[in-house]
């Protein structure tokens, strides 16, 4: 970080310091903001790339269903991303209600159903591009240009880490692959490259983060550490006024507590039958998933800011089904699978939080990029064109007030009618759960105090409990 | 400077709006450049002092803060090494600097590294982050962008060079209008389309509103790109409203788009114009010799005439019946292919319509019963007539430049498939010589694009000569010069369908001349036309050696856009009357009006180009002053390099920065100039490592000593290079590409562990991916491309020393550099030793470390050492 930055956001945030104080704080962490109490203590956000259909899964349009075969756009003049409108095409899995509230759900999602009284959907999302790679930079960034910084880089940016042992900000990628648009997904943007998200691999065979060990071929090389540390103590020794020798001397220290903690927070060995039950490991399908949003309750435990679980990657490597949500051909089949794994994984994953009492202070946030069409798309009809005027995004724990829905769409699912929300206003309630005022939390660059919020946002009280 | 800074936390979004007033009233950036008095000091030798120094001194003084004492040699050549070079200096070099009795030592140096080729490729590194230069389109469908490179390219040369910053700048913006005919100039253009290109929004939906988004945010880039590198100015702030902190209102921000509206990102040929010149001088040569040597005119002679200027223009000779047929003909009907027509002009022997067949039968083509071989692709249709002029609906007469219908210019138009034999027994006459040369320029005047062709032939007594086979428009022309002694007497000219039917195949045949030879000529001709024979082989030579170079740049939109403002910076909502091209009005001195709604594309980009660089613009000169000021001290003298407006930092010595700007400006863009000033004050030879001023200036805004810093991500990997022995200093051309790719809907990039000598070159020419960064360079704090990086943090973190200690990379590199220091120092371990700090600390160990290092190759191995060294504070730090 440039020590203006530094300084900058010290004066923003810390207030008061004269210009000694500042210097003494120049070489450590940014002090944790605190602009209000937080609810939240960590998050962990499943992003489902590709474009959730938001009338198969958590928006109910009975009117949609009753216009089944009609006529979508009798005028023909509507030209969607990839085609023109089909017919008014219902849900493919029937809507019933669920829980203590009374909130209806698909059939795609029955264990989903069972946690719908902590959950807080939010019908009114839309976004400012139908593209998935801009879109993905919206919903994570809050702008549909890459190279600004994500979410949860701007969380530990505010926030710091509260452990020292394992990075603030872990990626869990899809096993398929990148999400649309890549890392910049996770990026830093132009805050400092410490901010970004650290991918982990989760498979068990490798180690959880890239260069933690050396590779084979090299593992019988010795090493001499003394002599390094010897070599560091003795050219810091000439520079006491260098504070970067130090923190980069520590920075080996901390790499080297990395390889004790990362492979032991990545190890499941320890979890009880009963969990790997919870989570369904040995399912084929919903596995490698459930093994993800495991991992991410071990990292917030153990002191992780923000984890980000994709369940789906980028549209490259496709088989039999698309390998992320985007069912342009045939919805029943790609959205048939990937809400069985969605369902299993995220409802595992609010049990088992609650269950050890972690909900209150984790905010789980369940999101993707845009909607899908209520009319069909397809030589078949089963498809479902992009929709960035409609989706639904849900959120539970961490201060939100669950069993509730907020903002609506119209009598067809189509567009947000009641309450419309871009990313702004998403992004500024999860921040206040966490304590921090979203038109607060800036990084100067080229011109403009930059924010996760862009100009916009409100928080959304009607979420919060 | 602290009214401001209350502000900022009291408007909680960082953007607060100026009174207009205070827009108007002239902020200190947009104000003329006014040189400075700098107080005249002397060193004790009685000689003057840099004026910098001079300047520094005076804030110094201010501060009541002292200087710091100059380094020694060992530091100042490391650090001149990594400022210039980016590359550590070579031990050998460093003793030699160290131990030289030379005085002017220093001035040497700087000079030598000034002139090295590396120095380009260091400070071609700080452009290309300005520019958000990468080898990939980015977003959702990051496809390969396999000719960027040529822009980096030209980049590293320019500074090399030491090209003009203005015109530098000039060809970057309008090069291709400036000088289309000059490569460099056109690959300069790449600059406009550096940036993030998204494959899914401009081309592959459907959806009209998508495409427009999508080209709204382009444009943005690429005027974003331009202001902010070229002046500092954050003109994308006034793309939804007037901005908030600087004098640019909306409606400036859309007049100066429309200033680039009418290009958008292509690879481009980088030689169309300059080949077409070179073959247009080539012609006029041609015309010059066959002034001199006029010989007959075989369209003429095909026209009816005489071979002399009597034929009617446009006259043809039917291929079916060899009859005289004046109109156009079209597709022909009734065709007998293979059947020889004789032909009533005394001149042509007749005409024939070849046609292939299984059994590959034998085409007649003289009254004499002369056959040639089956021609493949010959397919026995015909279009149009032989004539003298264009057949029927040719697509143009132009040709390589030149109209073959003008200026003595003939044309014998002939379309597949078709032949014509002249006789030359009656032509001898006409010339009146028996020995003959015939000479033509023979192209496709069909339509564009490399899918449509035809091939021409030549045959002489029924004997093949010469034949170009799948002539494209793209191919221009080409020339033959065929001897016909005394002895023959057909010469045939046939073109005929190449495989692909006979649709647009215009064949024609340029100035189809017979000569007598040029040595039956007086000899004072003689002597002129070998000149001329010898310029145009010249002329041949460079035409020959033009590639099919291209680049990533931009060329014209079919029409030119009409621009209004777009309100709230929403395409779907354009609002007003067309707006003609600008620039701002907020830099008093220059004229805003760059043209009118009329002006073409080039126009338009030429004059903001003019305007951008215009000396009286005092922000052009001080963005870069300053720029080259941070590219050598760390900071600028406005630490918002690329914010020269309210919402960035004002000056810490605006009077230095205004000497340098005037520098900059009367030593004509000069920036080697530049940075050899700075390098050679006494200001940037100071030690950094003193503390005395921490207290008054922790940050050393006013360099009472030199900052250390920490190398780049790039300056990290090839001193590990350098160090281990492997560097490949291989310059220029295609990127390394350290990655497998897999095509895909989204392509797959894979990052390997580069251990092959092409993939050792300097970090400057990676082939950057722009969704997938290097992992490597990216741990150790390398900028995402998607970003104009003005400047590049510096952060600390465990990922990076788990990443230099155990990344397969670096390990094999470790590995070398052990291998090395066998090789280079032998086999005593004190030897290995010293060599190993030299190689990368450049200095011999200190008789402690030595001690310790020499325990560590004995019980451990020289990798271990190796590996320390490559990990140590000093060898990521230049002080």
Redesign the interface.
Known sequence: MSIRSRREFLKTFGGGFGLMALDGLLAREPRPIAHHPAKAKSVIQIFCPGGISQVDTWDYKPELTRRNGMQFDPSGNLQFFASKPGNCQGSYWAFQRHGECGRPMSALFPRLATCVDDMAFVHSMHCKSALHGPAMFMMNSGFILPGFPSMGAWVTYGLGSETDNLPGYVVLPDLRGLPPGGVINWGAGFLPAKQQGTPMRTTAEKAPLADLFPPDEFKDYLRDDQLLTLLNRNHAADRPENSELEARIKAYEMAAKLQLSAPEATSIKGESPATRKLYQLEDGDVGPFGRQCLLARRLIERGVRFVQIFCGAENTVARKIRPNWDSHEDLPRDHGYWGRVLDGGAAALLKDLKGRGLLDETLVICTTEFGRQPAAQGKDGKGRDHNADAFTAWLAGGGIKGGISYGETDELGWKASVNPTYSYDFHATALHLLGIDHERLTFYHNGIERRLTDVHGHVISELLS | MHFQ?II??LF????LSASPHARKSGYWSLKPIVRPSVPTKFDEAGKAINPIDALIQQSLDRMNLAPSAEADRRTLIRRLHFDLLGLPPKPEVVEAFVTSKNPKAYDKLVDQLLASPHYGERFARHWLDIA?YADTH?????KLRPHAWPYRDYVISAFNEDKPYMEFLREQIAGDVLRPDDEDAVIATGFLAAG?W?F??QVE??????RR??RT?DLD?MVTQVF?SALGV?L??ARCHDHK?DPISQEEYYRITAVFAGVKRADRSVSDALKDKLVKERLQLLEAINRIAPGVDLADVVGGGDGLGSGAFKDGIDPRTGRIERKPMGFLTDIKPNRFSPSPNRFVDGVFIPQAGKDKPDIPISSTGLTIPSVRGADGKAWDVIRNGPVDRTHSTVLGGVDFTKEGNALLGLHANAGITFDLAELRRTVGRDTLRFTSQVGYFGTRGDNSFADARVYVDGREVVKFLKLKRSDSLQDMDIPLPASVRFLTLIATASGNGIGMDQVGFGNPKLKAPETELPEKQRRLLADLHKRKKTLDEKIGALGTGKVHAVVPETKMPEVRILERGNPEAPTGVPLAPGALSALQMLDPDLGSVASTEAERRLALAHWITHEDNPLVYRVMANRLWQWTFGNGIV??S??F?R???KPTHPELLDWLAEELRTRNGSIKAITRLIVTSVTYRQV????HG??AD??NRFLWRQT?R?LQAEEMRDAVLATSGKLNLKAGGPGYRDFKYTE?????YRYITPDTPDLWRRSIYRFVV????H?FL??L????P??????R???????????L????FM?KQV?YFAARLKQDAGAKAADQVDRAFRLALGRPP?P??SK??LQ?VR???L???C???L????F??V?
């Not at chain 2, 909680?12 to 953007?15: A, F, L, T």
């Not at chain 2, 943090?793 to 990443?803: E, N, V």
């Open positions: 800074v900022l936390i909680s979004c960082g953007v958000h980015g977003f959702e469908r990051d993030p998204d899914v929004g939906t459907r959806s009209g509103v998508l988004s999508a945010l880039d902010t954050t994308n702030c902190l630490e918002t690329s914010d407006g919402g960035g930092q950094s490592h003193t503390a921490m207290a922790a940050d250390p920490r895909a809907y989204a392509p797959i722009r969704t997938t960064p992992e990216t741990t704090d390398c900028p995402d998607s970003n104009l990086t003005p400047k943090l510096t952060t600390t973190t465990p990922l990076q020393a788990l990443t200690s155990n990344n397969p390990l590995g200190e402690a470390e310790v290092a560590t019980d451990k191995g990798f271990a050492l590996h320390a060294l990990n140590a504070n000093e990521a730090y002080d």
